[in-house]
């Protein structure tokens, strides 16, 4: 790319290697969602959320017809992708977003990748990012900056990050980002294991989990896997 930035990876699977689903969330987008964080990532931004999800060693391989099935089993509004970085899945995913189009519900995709930096992997002939951006109803783009930390925009973590409406199919759903909160999610299984969902300043968090009886994260993170 011209502004030698990361390009999305081609994808080298026609499977979905999944880091983590969440049935339902109300703390990763507009609405009751369900949630995916997909596992590999190149962009690798320092002080990311989720550096267990930087590799593609691991994760959970579904073939994208049985993705969809169980994301469209949970009943929710819709379906948002995480990472880990959907666009180095995007063939994949893009099939995965086109059936949950296709039963009536909504596709929220965040990146680490710029807005210009998928234009011009599109550009280039990247037809799997063209069909991923085709299939996405409201996309989060840009790499976590963690020396601008947005703590006013639900979802996002850094001021840089653009909600981008790619279709008017859900016209709902840019404007939710303005009249929405940010919040945050904590469930405790049966085992005690702890997990935490959104964003929250280190000082609520503390606070939270300290009456839980547990040493909180050191740092809150956007959709993170179970912590004990």
């Known amino acids: 790319m011209s502004d030698g930035g990361p390009r999305p990876l081609p ?16 703390a990763e987008g507009p609405g009751e969602r369900t949630a995916v964080w997909v596992q590999g990532c190149t962009i ?3 002080g990311c959320f989720n550096p267990h999800m930087w590799t593609f060693r691991g994760g959970e391989g ?7 099935a169980r994301i469209l089993h949970t009943g929710t509004d819709g379906l948002t992708l995480l990472g880990g970085e959907p666009f180095d899945q995007a063939a994949a995913l893009a099939e995965v977003a086109t059936a949950v189009r296709r039963a009536g519900r909504s596709v929220m995709t965040f990146t680490g990748y710029t807005s210009e930096q998928l234009r011009e992997a599109v550009a280039e002939g990247r037809e799997d990012v063209a069909a991923l951006l ?3 109803d409201l996309l989060v783009a840009g790499p976590f900056l963690r020396d601008r930390i947005d703590t006013v925009r639900p979802w996002v973590g850094s001021a840089n990050q653009e909600f981008i409406a790619l279709s008017d199919r859900f016209p709902h759903l840019l404007d939710d980002v303005r009249r929405e909160h940010d919040r945050i999610e ?3 299984d049966a085992s005690g294991q702890i997990a935490v969902n959104g964003w929250a300043e280190l000082e609520l968090l503390d606070e939270l989990l300290s009456s839980l009886g547990r040493n909180p994260p050191a740092r809150p993170p956007r ?4 912590t004990a």
């Open 134 to 136: 085709g299939e996405t």
């Open 11 to 26: 994808s080298a699977s026609g499977l979905v290697s999944v880091a983590r689903f969440l049935a339902s969330t109300r």
């Open 223 to 226: 959709g993170a896997s179970p």
């Open 44 to 46: 690798r931004c320092a």
């Open 62 to 68: 579904l073939a994208p017809d049985d993705l969809a």
């Open 186 to 188: 904590i469930s405790v």
